[in-house]
């Protein structure tokens, strides 16, 4: 019995040394946490005032070291080059990152993942780019292995306050070996506002320019599912595209090919298989598109399309342009596209060369 009892007790005093351990630990991680709190914030505030040159405010900031480093907070505001007559560049309802201990305080700071919720970033318009600044803030160069973003917004601001927001709802981000001067690579699933669809992206975004966002350059592939063409007064079909694009985002040039099983105009309402190859220019900040060209095969016809998908000055939505030409092609074809007659009024072959004008505000495309 004298020997149960002795083990009970060298039980007992291993059990209160770790305890005490772990208190000391606790309390060590504790005061810790409270003295680089505020070294940490202000290394945060000029490590994004360097990288986007800009007006950095952060709300909520706090950092925990166990089990591993920790850096949680919320309500980051990034005013590009400090401008307030226009939304902030950057905004982030919640943000938390891990790294290492080292990670931390070296240089570059290294992180291992980085999680934003809500972020919003939003392009100012061409008008409004402002003029660069010669910031005095030392540069804080950053890595990190890994960022996700759940339900960010990026929005293009247009000139004209009376236009609409080219908005992009971004439902998840993932990126991966973001540091100074290196694309990253990332994978994107978003919603495109018009024609509403889902697009997966893939590629590399990057370096940011900070000078000026807008020419931030990115390549990627691309898949374009369900897009409803019925938000173009006048035409009507769910649309499917595959392709390719790259450079800056103002200034994006992309390649793909497009399928709409049931493509149709308003005024004829007989829905066609329409297929077309495309080679663009696309400006990413508000949609507007130079076509040069399109290939369309249209039933049995073949039509080359030369022009512009753009926002006019007045009105809402997108106004399509068309030069089309085409060498044999079916009258058929072109009729039942047109009117609403069941069969064609006309059967043959045709060539043609004609404008397509579809305006934005109206119910009925017109050709001339």
Not at 190 to 211: M, R, S, Y
Not at 253 to 279: I, R, Y
Not at 338 to 356: D, E, H, I, Q, R
């Amino acid at each position: 019995m004298e020997q149960i009892a002795d083990q009970r007790r060298t039980i007992a005093r291993w059990l209160i040394f770790v305890g005490i351990g772990l208190a000391v630990v606790l309390a060590a991680g504790g005061v810790a946490a409270v003295f680089a709190r505020p070294w940490l914030h202000a290394r945060a505030l000029r490590m994004l005032h360097s990288r986007f040159e800009g007006q950095v405010e952060i709300g909520d900031f706090h950092i925990t070291f166990l089990p591993l480093p920790r850096v949680t907070g919320s309500k980051i505001v990034i005013r590009h080059h400090g401008r307030t007559d226009v939304p902030p560049l950057i905004e982030i309802s919640e943000f938390s990152a891990t790294a290492s201990l080292a990670g931390l305080f070296e240089r570059p700071v290294h992180l291992h993942l980085v999680h934003l919720k809500g972020l919003t970033i939003h392009f100012p318009p061409k008008e409004q780019r402002g003029k660069t600044i010669n910031s005095k803030t030392k540069d804080v160069p950053i890595l990190i292995d890994e960022l996700v973003s759940d339900n960010a917004e990026l929005d293009m601001l247009p000139g004209n306050p009376d236009k609409p927001i080219h908005q992009f709802l971004i439902h998840q981000l993932v990126m991966h070996h973001i540091g100074r001067g290196r694309p990253a690579p990332f994978e994107a699933y978003l919603k495109n506002a018009a024609p509403p669809g889902e697009i997966h992206v893939q590629g590399d975004f990057g370096p940011w320019h900070p000078e000026d966002p807008r020419t931030t350059p990115v390549s990627a592939d691309y898949t374009f599912s369900d897009a409803d063409l019925s938000v173009f007064k006048g035409i009507s079909g769910i649309l499917s595209s595959t392709g390719k694009f790259g450079g800056p985002l103002e200034n994006l040039q992309v390649e793909g090919q497009t399928t709409t099983p049931d493509f149709a105009v308003t005024s004829g309402g007989h829905p066609m298989m329409l297929k077309t190859e495309f080679s663009a220019t696309v400006d990413g900040t508000n949609g507007d598109t130079l076509l040069h060209p399109v290939v369309a095969r249209l039933g049995g016809s073949t039509l080359i399309c030369n022009g512009s998908v753009f926002r006019p000055p007045t009105g809402k939505g997108k106004e399509v342009l068309l030069e089309v030409t085409a060498q044999n092609a079916r009258i058929q074809d072109m009729l039942l596209l047109a009117v609403p007659t069941p069969k064609s009024p006309m059967t043959g072959v045709v060539n043609l060369k004609t404008k397509f004008d579809l305006p934005a505000a109206s119910q009925i495309g017109r050709a001339s």
